[in-house]
């Protein structure tokens, strides 16, 4: 199964320009722990993502103040996923990044949508077994050490 069939899409989103704030009052709005970051020109282009952790260590842990740009606290270039990515490699990317959410956009680099670790668990048609989604969580979770630097780093979409 492709991802776009599960992916949440056209999820909001903050410029590199909005605050820390901006980010953190809307994940209390939508629910969630990421938000995707595009360019400021309306593209929609992905540049980075700020994560409620982000703020949590990058923020508060620094003792910067919520008026902070994004731009100083998120992850640049995370690992994407396009939409004709089938589920199972969005899972290897989870895995092996060890993130919990996967920015999904298009071949120019423009977000699409997003897919988080809970919808691979909640889809009875993904094609992934209840062990290999036991699996994937458990990896995601295992303690990596100091070298976490960016959580996001690593395997890129191919644009």
């Known amino acids: 199964m492709q ?10 989103c903050v410029t590199p320009d909005d605050t820390v704030r901006d980010a953190a009052r809307l994940m209390r ?15 929609r282009r992905l540049v980075g993502v700020v994560t409620d952790r982000d703020i949590a260590v990058r ?8 008026d902070t740009r994004v731009d100083q606290v ?7 996923a396009l939409p004709d990515t089938e589920v199972s490699e969005v899972e290897r990317i989870m895995s092996e990044r060890q993130v919990r959410r996967v920015p999904v956009v298009d071949s120019d680099g423009r977000l699409q949508g997003i897919v988080a670790q809970a919808d691979l668990a909640r889809s009875d048609d993904a094609g992934v077994s209840d062990r290999e989604i036991a ?9 990596s050490g ?3 630097g960016d959580p996001n780093a690593g395997l890129r979409a191919t644009l």
């Open 3 to 12: 991802i776009r069939k599960m992916m949440t899409s056209n999820p909001t």
């Open 59 to 66: 923020v508060v842990g620094e003792g910067k103040g919520a």
């Open 29 to 43: 709005e939508h629910d969630c722990g990421l938000i995707p970051v595009v360019d400021g020109e309306g593209s």
């Open 74 to 80: 998120m992850s640049r270039d995370p690992s994407c």
């Open 135 to 143: 699996r994937t969580v458990e990896r995601i979770s295992q303690p």
């Open 146 to 148: 100091s070298s976490r």
